[in-house]
């Protein structure tokens, strides 16, 4: 069995940061793609930004140059550095991943989400 814990969320002011991780943990023989999304109320969950084994990294266009995304796969974690916030970046950002199982199962992880509020 494999599990994803996120933390991290909170409230903040607009232009502040936040930094998110997630921590794989359980049955995991390797973690390939990483990546974070969002889903704000009466919206579809969206991608965020996204994160190879290898490093490559790819943003949405409304967060390029205010977030970024990282790993560390000697811990199966992954962070979300988020700054100059703003307002319409609040949702609950949830942390999926590409897995492959001690017993060479292949699945796709998700989190259980964590709010981000951005308000004065």
């Known amino acids: 069995q494999v599990q994803l814990v996120e933390a991290g969320g909170g409230l903040v002011q607009p232009g502040g940061s936040l930094r998110l991780s997630c921590a794989a943990a359980?049955?995991?023989?390797?973690?390939?793609?990483m990546g974070w999304y969002c889903q704000a109320p009466g919206k579809q969950r969206e991608l965020v930004a996204r994160i190879t084994r290898s490093g490559t990294t790819n943003y949405a266009d409304t967060v390029k140059g205010r977030f970024t995304i990282s790993r560390d796969n000697a811990k199966n974690t992954m962070y979300l550095q988020m700054n100059s916030l703003k307002p319409e970046d609040s949702a609950v950002y949830y942390c999926?991943?590409?897995?492959?199982?001690?017993?060479?199962?292949?699945?796709?992880?998700w989190g259980q989400g964590t709010q981000v509020t951005v308000s004065s």
């Open positions: 999926n991943a590409a897995i492959l199982t001690l017993l060479r199962r292949a699945i796709d992880s």
């Open positions: 359980g049955s995991i023989f390797s973690i390939n793609a």
